[in-house]
């Protein structure tokens, strides 16, 4: 019995087992469909109760997870148990999270976040506050979403390595993060 909640900002995992013979542990395992990325989570050894749960911090808001849970044998050999997805829900405000890598060179990758379908801009700026690059500018669905950056500016010119600093706006909000290009 496998079943997943999303509490204080984390994906939390219980399932019950009968009894556990040849089993060396569990193996919790996350896919993300909207990287089509498949991550191990953790390998739990077993419990005499039976009972067991696991906290996956490591989620983002507004995405959709399966988490595959299979026991391992004591050849090493793993039998799937079961399979669960889950919605993490959208925030309630728009969210800017950090660039990756950072520092960068030559891309960075921008993810972010809209509760709603909103008009939203995503500029960079430098450390003077001057505009070098509009990644998006218009309606965007409510959701995950994410923008590479080259580290080129508006007119397709290689910008110096420096701090610079992203700038979402949507629905009166405004947030901003520092990322540093290095050459």
């Not at 989570?41 to 995405?63: C, F, H, K, N, W």
């Not at 050999?77 to 925030?91: K, M, Q, Y």
Request: charged letters at 20%.
């Amino acid at each position: 019995s496998l079943t997943a909640q999303f509490k204080d900002d984390a994906v939390q995992l219980f399932w019950q087992t009968g009894a556990e013979s040849d089993v060396r542990g569990f193996l919790v395992e996350r896919m993300d469909k909207s990287s089509d990325s498949t991550r191990t989570v953790a390998m739990i050894p077993p419990q005499r109760t039976g009972a067991y749960s696991l906290i996956d911090r490591e989620v983002q808001r507004g995405v959709t997870y399966t988490y595959r849970l299979s026991a391992v044998n004591a050849a090493a050999r793993a039998a799937e148990i079961g399979a669960i997805a889950i919605r993490t829900p959208l925030p309630r405000t728009i969210l800017l999270a950090q660039n990756y890598p950072n520092p960068f060179n030559p891309n960075t990758t921008i993810h972010y976040i809209l509760p709603a379908a909103q008009s939203v801009v995503l500029a960079l700026y430098d450390v003077n506050g001057k505009h070098v690059r509009l990644l998006a500018d218009g309606q965007q669905e409510a959701g995950e979403h994410s923008v590479t950056w080259d580290g080129k500016d508006d007119a397709g010119h290689q910008l110096p390595s420096g701090l610079y600093v992203c700038r979402l706006t949507g629905a009166g909000e405004s947030l901003s993060k520092k990322m540093t290009l290095l050459k």
